[in-house]
């Protein structure tokens, strides 16, 4: 078993370098995480009310091809708020986001800007898998968005990184194309939070040649993070 550990351990490590090579980074330094002000507990116990709430819901024909909801995972407190498109097979089966060959790069993705799968929020905008990974159809889409817009509520982060057509559409209420929403910075609506416009994790598996651009929206990302904590502090 520990063994096992190990293994799984040394080939994320090995997967992140490969990663941060494809990206150009020959040197990485680990980020300093800076203090975060602790949310009240009655935060999280309204999370977990909600994920009960997502767990009956009925509200589309998802719920009859589902094996588990998929409502997020991650640090209540978290700064980064990182939301996908809709679960996918494995992460049916493990109810938890990006569990497969996608959050692999993801977690290669957080690696390469000094963050941990623990100190980021992840999710996604369908909580179930929509069948034989198509696209979400747009009824889904709006019975499942006030589930996520409540998370956010909730949460409260930073910045968010909508990551695929789907996620950027949904949060910003944009017909636009991931080309036409990259490289800016959006805001979600209702707190004003920062938004950036990247690629989903899938996508750059079938065109790795695009993971610099990823790179380049997360760095951007932070640039506007800073900047946001800096006028906090004036």
């Known amino acids: 078993m520990v063994r096992n550990k190990v293994g799984q351990q040394l080939l994320a490590i090995r997967y992140r370098s490969q990663y941060l090579r494809e990206i150009g980074i020959v040197r990485w330094q680990r980020r300093v995480s800076r203090t975060s002000p602790v949310r009240a507990d009655g935060d999280g116990i309204e999370l977990e009310a909600l994920a009960d709430k997502v767990r009956q819901c009925q509200a589309c024909g998802l719920h009859t091809h589902r094996q588990n909801t998929v409502f997020g995972h991650g640090s209540i407190d978290a700064d980064w708020l990182f939301v996908g498109e809709a679960p996918g097979s494995e992460e049916d089966k493990q109810g938890l986001p ?55 509520d909730r949460i409260r982060p930073e910045i968010i990184i909508a990551m695929g057509r789907f996620a950027a559409q949904a ?18 609506s209702k707190f004003r939070i920062p938004l950036v416009v990247t690629y989903h994790p899938a996508y750059l598996l079938r065109s790795p040649l695009e993971k610099q651009k990823v790179w380049k929206d997360l760095q951007f990302a932070q640039v506007l993070l800073h900047g946001s904590e800096s006028e906090r502090s004036t």
């Open 98 to 152: 990006f569990v497969g060959r996608a959050g692999q790069l993801l977690d290669s993705i957080l690696f390469s800007i000094g963050l941990a799968r623990d100190e980021v929020y992840i999710a996604n905008v369908l909580k179930c898998r929509p069948p034989r990974n198509r696209d979400p159809m747009g009824e889904e889409v709006i019975q499942c968005e006030p589930y996520l817009h409540k998370q956010i």
């Open 171 to 188: 949060l910003l209420k944009s017909t636009a194309s991931i080309a036409e929403l990259r490289g800016q910075r959006h805001e979600y």
